[in-house]
């Protein structure tokens, strides 16, 4: 009894240890952000920081907007939007967002609730009729815009592979982004979860 405690504290220091081995690359070699020198109390010392920032690739490029009153009072990219080629940054280069659009669209959300448009208590099968939920047992379970926003829908994530079909470059043909929700989300109706019950973090939602 006593050797095969030893053997399996073995083989877990050995895991432990690969696992730490493996990761410690990682943490070894990623760059750290700079951090600003002092007080910045002008945009020249600003656009130094962020020159800093992008030389040290963290990150590697950034497009900064300032408005005022609804017109644009300062507009300036650091850095390379494409690091192979070297192509500087500019400020009319286009991202892909990817979940940085969840803070507009929760945005959004949130002025409609305000103009009372929709409730975030409403199912989203009032504004999906086709996206049907159901438990892994077969029973239905609607899911609210609020479970949606604060990652309580049950619904699992997406992988790597899955993200893939979501993306498209804008020389792209237009893509009727109503179709490609219907067509993408199939997959995603049958919940991890029960709505309302764990938070776990979902690009699907």
Not at 6 to 20: D, P, R, T
Not at 22 to 42: E, L, N, S, V, W
Not at 63 to 79: E, H, L, N, R, W
Not at 158 to 168: A, E, N, S, T, V
Request: a neutral charge.
């Amino acid at each position: 009894m006593r050797r095969t405690v030893i053997v399996f504290l073995y083989v877990i220091a050995l895991l432990f240890g690969g696992i730490v081995i493996a990761i410690a690359p990682f943490f070894i070699f990623t760059p750290r952000a700079a951090k600003p020198i002092g007080m910045i109390d002008t945009v020249a010392g600003l656009e130094t920081y962020f020159n800093t920032l992008t030389t040290n690739k963290t990150p590697p490029s950034l497009d900064i907007v300032v408005m005022k009153s609804g017109s644009v009072v300062y507009s300036k990219a650091f850095g390379l939007s494409d690091g192979p080629s070297q192509r500087m940054a500019k400020p009319d280069d286009v991202y892909h967002f990817w979940s940085v659009t969840k803070l507009f669209t929760a945005t959004a959300i949130m002025q409609l609730a305000e103009d009372n448009k929709l409730s975030l208590d409403d199912p989203v099968t009032r504004y999906l009729p086709e996206f049907r939920t159901t438990l892994r047992s077969g029973a239905a379970a609607d899911i609210t815009i609020r479970q949606l926003l604060n990652h309580t829908s049950g619904m699992k994530n997406l992988g790597p592979r899955d993200l893939i079909g979501w993306i498209h470059h804008s020389d792209d043909p237009e893509v009727n982004q109503v179709v490609l929700v219907g067509e993408r989300m199939r997959a995603y109706q049958t919940l991890a979860s029960e709505p309302g019950v764990n938070g776990a973090y979902s690009n699907a939602g």
